[in-house]
T-cell receptor
Framework: GNSVTQMEGPVTLSEEAFLTINCTYT??????LFWYVQYPGEGLQLLLK?????DKGSNKGFEATYRKETTSFHLEKGSVQVSDSAVYFC?????????????FGAGTRLAVHP | KAGVTQTPRYLIKTRGQQVTLSCSPI?????VSWYQQTPGQGLQFLFE???????NKGNFPGRFSGRQFSNSRSEMNVSTLELGDSALYLC??????????????FGQGTRLTVV
């Protein structure tokens, strides 16, 4: 079946540190891949997406590259800020019959300290 | 443009009761999906509706049901509530037939507590 595995948190960093959150997936074909972010007390917001192999999604300094050979979509940011503290979810929509069904990873909580 | 609106925001119910949650999608969006978020199970897909038709259903018991109206507003119902149904229920709307290359817009959720 389709599934997403992401690194367990919490991840604790100092401001301006480099961030990597690992995400791997299991799916047939070429699913679409997403990173969503959830700030405290809020719903989820799309951070970035990629729809085919080797695509790089980017937004607000965050980047992730769709790697078919390693079935991965790792999230990176060169210099985190306190305001980036949130829970990050990796997700996919299956290539076939997925419609608008998002399959999420468990989420990784990021805490950034000044 | 108004976002996705979920009502009520908070709800406390007793075991055995039933509950109905409401979701108003962004104007023009015809797809509405529901998710359950708990600390133990994370975010789990419940069901998705497009133009009043259920297209996908997650692995939940029949106590969980939903529907979509002709104006795209959606409701989900949980009957015979159990303590384990305590969760944040999130609704998302999407503008297209498939979400493979677009964004799902989420509401702030309804926090259901079953006592």
């Amino acid at each position: 079946g389709n599934s997403v595995t992401q690194m367990e948190g919490p991840v604790t960093l100092s401001e301006e540190a480099f961030l990597t959150i690992n995400c791997t997936y299991t799916a047939t074909g070429y699913p679409s891949l997403f990173w969503y972010v959830q700030y405290p007390g809020e719903g989820l917001q799309l951070l970035l997406k990629a729809t085919k192999a080797d695509d790089k999604g980017s937004n607000k300094g965050f980047e992730a590259t769709y790697r078919k050979e390693t079935t991965s979509f790792h999230l990176e940011k060169g210099s985190v800020q306190v305001s980036d503290s949130a829970v990050y979810f990796c997700a996919l929509i299956p290539a076939s019959g997925g419609y608008n069904k998002l399959i999420f990873g468990a989420g990784t909580r990021l805490a950034v300290h000044p | 443009k108004a976002g996705v609106t979920q009502t009520p925001r908070y709800l406390i119910k007793t075991r055995g009761q039933q509950v109905t949650l409401s979701c108003s999608p962004i104007s023009g969006h015809r797809s509405v999906s529901w998710y359950q978020q708990t600390p133990g199970q994370g975010l789990q897909f419940l069901f998705e509706y497009f133009s009043e038709t259920q297209r996908n259903k997650g692995n939940f018991p029949g106590r969980f049901s939903g529907r979509q109206f002709s104006n795209s507003r959606s409701e989900m119902n949980v009957s015979t509530l159990e303590l384990g149904d305590s969760a944040l229920y999130l609704c998302a709307s999407s503008p297209l037939w498939t979400g493979s290359n677009t964004e799902a817009f989420f509401g702030q959720g309804t926090r259901l507590t079953v006592v």
